[in-house]
């Protein structure tokens, strides 16, 4: 009875051993995918001085499984009293990238692009990107994955899935 009580135990404790703490997802909000963006595009911001450059607003779309990016510019001083702006939508699907530190947009498509404060005779050139909603893009990097998400407790993890829900893009998780 003893060894049986004994190795119970023993195999109990083996058992606590080979479960790891913590969760085995963690979840981007929106707006945590936006700074993100924004973190990684940082320089390339950088580019754009003298132009209102926002970060994207991102939408999720959990029942087809995309995001949609909208990223608006606008340059304050425009041809009429209005400031010129353009903003342009994109949707695609987040997958990881072949090294798992990051996601990127496949299938994407241009779903909107909007020009504001453009007189009609101006912007007829540019009502031509309108006409191309619903186009094919190639695949677009969106972020890298967050360093601190991916080492918890002195245990590193490797990304193995990503799937949009109603609350952002889970990020399915696994030990190295």
Known sequence: MIRIAI????????????????PRSFTLSPSDIERQIE????????????LDVRRPEVALMPV??????????RVPDGPTSAPLGVAVALAGKPVLNAAASG???TQVT??????????????????????RKGA??????LISLPPEQMTRRQVA????????????????????
Do not use: H
């Open 7 to 22: 190795g119970l135990c023993l195999g109990l404790l083996l058992a606590a051993c080979g479960t790891l703490p913590g």
């Open 39 to 50: 973190a990684d595009l940082g320089a390339t911001f950088e580019l754009f001085r003298g």
């Open 64 to 73: 087809s499984e995309r995001l949609q990016l909208t990223w608006t510019v």
């Open 103 to 105: 996601i990127n947009l």
């Open 110 to 131: 241009l779903e909107d692009v909007r020009v504001t404060g453009m007189p009609m005779l101006f912007s007829f050139g540019l009502a031509q990107l309108g006409e």
């Open 136 to 141: 094919s893009l190639p695949d677009l990097p």
């Open 157 to 176: 993890y490797s990304a193995t899935g990503v799937a949009v829900t109603f609350t952002g893009l889970r990020v399915d998780l696994t030990p190295k």
